[in-house]
Structure formats: C-alpha cells, structure tokens
C-alpha cells in the first residue's frame, strides 16, 4: 500500500505504520517506551494468545482501563482477529460494567487490577456473567474474581499458535467486520451498543486528522479516555494513522497535564473546555513551559471567545478547532478548519467532516431555514450500522433515507457551520418559552469573574422550570449573587435569566471531563427542599 488511507482494517493499518515509522516511538507511558515496530509485534503476540483462547471473528471483548499502552495492544489485538472491542468506563460500577459485559455477550475481558484504590475486577464478583470465560489482568498477577489470568501469563499462551495463523485471522477481517461495540452513555435509559465497521473508522479517523493538521513528529498527550470515542478514535487511533507519539495519561489532572507538557514537550492537546478553562485559571501556570504546544481540539455548546483568543495569545495553540460528533457516528460529524475566526470556532462546531451530511429539521422532518433551531440530522459513511441487538431503537434513531436523528438541537448558518444550542432533553420550558441552558452558559461565560458555569432546570411551581447556575468563580474575582442575577437581567430576556445561582468550588465532571449535569439536577432537588 502507498497511503495508510488505502488501509480498509486497522490490522492493515498497524502493519503499514510499523514499516513506515518502525523505529519511531508509538507510545510513551512513562519508563515505557514502545516503537512502531515494537508495538505491531506486541499486537500480533496478543493476537495469537487470543486464538489460543479461541477468541473468532465476531466475539466481543472488553476493555476496562484508565489509558495505559496495554489498552492498545489488546485493543488493536483482538481486532486483529475479528472482534468487536466494547471499551468499559472506568467510572462504572460493577452493575453497570456488568450490564454492558453482559448486553455484549463479551467472551474475554481485559481490566486493570487496581485503579484510584478500587479493585476493578472485584466489583465484578456478584454479577452473572454467563458468556465471560475469561479475564485478563493489566499490572496485577491474580484478582479475588474467578478465572482470572495475568497479562504476562495471557501473552504466554502466543506459543502455542503459529505465525501463519494469526496472519489468517487477519485476512479474514474486512472492510465491513465490526470493528467496535461502543455503549453510549444510557441518559435516556439502558445504554445501547453502538456498532461501527473497520474502514469507516478508518476513513471519518484519517479525515478528522488531516483537518486537524496531525503532523508524524508530533507528541500527542491524551487526557480524554480510551474508553471515550475521543480518546480512542481521536486519541490513538488518530495518533498511530499520522506516525505520531503517544502519552497517555491515567487521570485528568491539570498540575499534572501542565508538567507532562512541560517535560515530555507535548505539541497537540485536545480536550474539553473545562481543561483549557483550567489551565488558563491555574496560579503556577506561568512555572511551566507550555511553549512546545501547537494543536488543541474541543467541543462544546458553550465556549466564550475570550478562551479561544486566550488560548492563541495566553497558551500559544497555533491550531484551535472545535468540533462536534457523536457515538453514532463514529465519534465525528462536523468540525471547524484551520484560520477559521476566534467567533467562528467559539461560537460553532464547524462544517460537516468530508463526505458527510448534515442537517437542521422541523418536527415533520423537513429541513429548516439557515439560521433557525432544528433537530440535527446527520447521513454518510461515519452513521453506525444500528444498535447491537436492538431494531427496534435502530429504526427510531436512523430514518429509511439513512439519516441518524441525533436529539440535539442546532443553528446552522449559510456557509453551514453548525452551532449546537443544546440537547433536546436539556431545554428548559419557564412559562411557556423554550429555554436553552448552553444560550445562558455562553452568555455567563462573558462575564470577567466566572472562570466555568453549568445551567440546569430546576422545578417552579408558577413557571414550571426556572434556571439553576453553578458557578466557579475566577481566583481573585469576587461575585455577589444579587449583583450576577441584575446582571443578568441587563444582558438578557428575563425569561432567561437563573433564578438561583450557586457558587462552587468546582463542577461533578465524568471521565471526559464533561459536567454531569444530572448530578447537579439531584443536588438542586436537595437544596431547594432544605
């Protein structure tokens, strides 16, 4: 193959980026550093301790670590062979991993030991798991979990399994075998498994890098989880397609990320806003040596200019997009490009990836006119091919024409950038008028002394829902509720406008560094019944 985008499997991708930058590093995790080549011969050793397990094309097998290198060895290993990789979140409990291990009808499960003084693998003891035959174990020899095997004693198994086989399994995987089983996050109810194929991770993976302007020598610093789409398909999938170097990181942590980037001289950054919010904030941030930083990728409905402009002059990003995809499809939908306006990128998600479509809808499906809110609709190669094991919810998110209804609310303008104004399930309704959160988050965003803020609907009695903002103040700023709600008043309708404001110290983010609004929803129910 000339190019890695000929590439139809990501068996065929390894292959091809271990001969063109074998001796590059892939991964740096810490005192372990793996080459391209290296680690290509790690995947294949993974891959025949698999088939000496009997893992075929078509089983699925999980993940359940923080980012650690052994996280892509297994991952593109049992992908060598035909299964699906169904990642697990590392902030599940053992109910809710066992939910996903048994909805999937995973065979083999990877997992860390312990992780932040959790014993993963021990959660996992009161639930019936039927199909799981195995678990292999990250950086701990045994577990109190029955069947249980260490990653030192899982590669031994490889000896028993011929070269030529493992390059017959990976003939076998296709263009059109199921690469992943992601579940999405289950806000509305149960999570749904979400299946995507080889080659259109592939193609929606190769296009979102060179939009973003990944570069081979590039040292890539990934904070979001591999668990995550970001993390694994923007993360380092992305990373590998590109030649690039890999950092993972365990936990999102700024003093830590400002140290990885001053020490390791990491050049591409992406996260989400509330990373750049604060490290811009950090006190010591002016200690460290930020200097080498080039890209920076985000997303979000609400991002103030003022951080956009900050993070050119203040941080020194000389690329800053911001982006917006989802699961479904494949992680990526629309992005901004580079030299697009500090306005255009704080204050939309971009334009639709290469060959992809999207749109903004009425109620009966029609296309609205640019400029007006609608239900984005998204249709191409990057829309999943259904819900595992689930037609029914397949056939209600993707319509007969091929376009995914997404549940998200958007503006798009005329040279069709998109701006998400907010989750259809987020909208307040306060007396009638629709309400969007990420409206009022943009707007507080404005204001000099808040560093970050979250908005949700809280029950009211005379309007039905009214606005609640958590807010973190900027250190040495001071805020008064009174004198932020006449502000409000000043630079907004009044419908608007929270009727309670809470200041905190900081905001309940999930693993991906998102704020998990329904957490403060139940922390407004107890405060209001105080």
């Given amino acids: 193959m000339a190019n890695v985008t000929e590439c139809q499997t990501i068996p065929q991708m390894m292959d091809f980026v271990a001969s063109r930058y074998a001796e590059r590093p892939a991964i740096e995790d810490d005192s372990t550093v793996i080459s391209y080549k290296e680690l290509n011969q790690l995947r294949k050793k993974a891959a025949a301790a698999l088939l000496a397990m009997n893992v075929q094309q078509g089983d699925r097998v999980a993940v359940w670590a923080p980012n650690i290198w052994e996280w892509v060895v297994a991952a593109t290993a049992l992908q060598s062979v035909g299964a699906a990789l169904v990642p697990l979140n590392t902030r599940m409990k053992g109910s809710e991993a066992g939910y996903v291990l048994k909805a999937s009808g995973t065979k083999i499960l990877f997992s860390i030991g312990e992780f932040l003084g959790i014993d993963f693998p021990a959660m996992l003891v009161e639930e019936e798991l039927p199909e799981l035959e195995q678990v292999v174990l990250f950086r701990q020899s045994s577990s109190t979990l029955p069947n249980t095997l260490s990653w030192d004693k899982f590669l031994e198994k490889a000896d028993a399994i011929e070269e030529a086989q493992v390059e017959q399994a990976q003939s076998r995987v296709t263009a059109e075998t199921m690469s992943d089983l992601l579940f999405t996050s289950g806000t509305t109810g149960k999570p749904k498994g979400v299946i995507t194929r080889h080659a259109q991770n592939l193609k929606v993976v190769s296009d979102w890098g060179e939009v973003v302007g990944l570069e081979e020598a590039d040292r890539y610093l990934i904070v979001n989880p591999f668990f995550h789409s970001f993390g694994y398909k923007a993360g380092w999938l992305a990373a590998l397609m590109r030649g690039c170097t890999i950092l993972p990181l365990q936990v999102f942590d700024v003093p830590t990320i400002l140290q990885k980037v001053s020490d390791e001289k990491i050049t591409v950054l992406p996260g989400p806003p509330t990373l750049y919010q604060s490290i811009l904030s950090h006190p010591k941030r002016d200690s460290f040596d930020i200097s080498s930083l080039r890209v920076a990728v985000t997303g979000a409905a609400a991002i103030p200019v003022s951080m956009i402009r900050e993070m050119d002059e203040v941080l020194g990003f000389d690329t800053i997009i911001t982006a917006y995809g989802l699961t479904e499809v494949c992680g990526f939908?629309?992005?901004?490009?580079?030299?697009?306006?500090?306005?255009?990128?704080?204050?939309?998600?971009?334009?639709?990836?290469?060959?992809?479509?999207?749109?903004?809808?009425?109620?009966?499906?029609?296309?609205?006119?640019?400029?007006?809110?609608?239900?984005?609709?998204?249709?191409?190669?990057?829309?999943?091919?259904?819900?595992?094991?689930?037609?029914?919810?397949?056939?209600?998110?993707?319509?007969?024409?091929?376009?995914?209804?997404?549940?998200?609310?958007?503006?798009?303008?005329?040279?069709?950038?998109?701006?998400?104004?907010?989750?259809?399930?987020?909208?307040?309704?306060?007396?009638?008028?629709?309400?969007?959160?990420?409206?009022?988050e943009n707007q507080l965003n404005s204001h000099k002394a808040i560093a970050q803020v979250s908005v949700v609907g809280v029950p009211d009695e005379r309007m039905g829902e009214v606005g609640m903002a958590w807010i973190i103040v900027r250190p040495d700023e001071q805020l008064d509720k009174d004198e932020l709600i006449q502000w409000c008043r000043a630079e907004m309708a009044n419908y608007k406008v929270p009727r309670y404001v809470q200041f905190v110290e900081n905001l309940p983010l999930n693993a991906s560094g998102k704020v998990m609004k329904f957490e403060l929803r139940d922390r407004a129910t107890e405060l209001l019944r105080a």
Wanted: proline share 4%; glycine share 12%.
């Fill in 333 to 440: 939908a629309t992005i901004c490009r580079q030299g697009d306006s500090p306005e255009l990128i704080a204050n939309t998600s971009g334009r639709a990836m290469p060959d992809v479509e999207v749109r903004c809808i009425d109620e009966f499906g029609n296309e609205v006119h640019r400029g007006t809110p609608g239900e984005v609709v998204i249709r191409g190669s990057n829309v999943m091919q259904g819900y595992f094991n689930d037609d029914v919810a397949t056939r209600e998110n993707i319509d007969r024409d091929g376009w995914l209804h997404t549940g998200d609310i958007g503006i798009m303008d005329s040279l069709g950038y998109l701006r998400i104004t907010d989750r259809m399930k987020d909208m307040i309704i306060t007396g009638g008028f629709n309400v969007y959160p990420a409206e009022i």
